[in-house]
């Protein structure tokens, strides 16, 4: 099978930093763009950060000159490099990716199944 798991998440007070790290594994032919996005209680879901397999990225505006995002392809790795956390960080923070199978021919889009990142005042 081919799926996504993030790990690095947990509780950090406020001005602290964490790294996500979310590693796509199976029979992966190639991968696209990765992003991270979060999910907080009773919101919706929004992109965190995003990089394409150049290593072009996007950010969010509220998590600009605060988070990192990078890839290392040969593990087929992407990161997230959290700093100067805030209480708004807090979310549950999935890791999305686009990724072609070998034996397929189309790319798919994949969710991993979330950490929490928990950030205290």
């Known amino acids: 099978q081919v799926q996504l798991v993030e790990s690095g998440g947990g509780l950090v007070q406020a001005g602290g930093s964490l790294r996500l790290s979310c590693t796509a594994s199976g029979s992966i032919f190639s991968i696209d763009v990765m992003g991270w996005y979060r999910q907080a209680p009773g919101k919706q879901r929004e992109l965190v950060a995003r990089?394409?397999?150049?290593?072009?990225?996007n950010y969010a505006e509220s998590v600009k000159g605060r988070f990192t995002i990078s890839r290392d392809n040969a593990k087929n790795t992407v990161y997230l490099q959290m700093n100067s956390l805030k209480p708004e960080d807090t979310a549950v923070y999935y890791c999305?990716?686009?990724?072609?199978?070998?034996?397929?021919?189309?790319?798919?889009?994949?969710w991993g199944q979330g950490t929490q990142v928990t950030v205290s005042s």
């Open positions: 990089i394409t397999s150049g290593g072009s990225t």
């Open positions: 999305n990716a686009d990724m072609a199978r070998y034996r397929l021919s189309v790319y798919n889009n994949y």
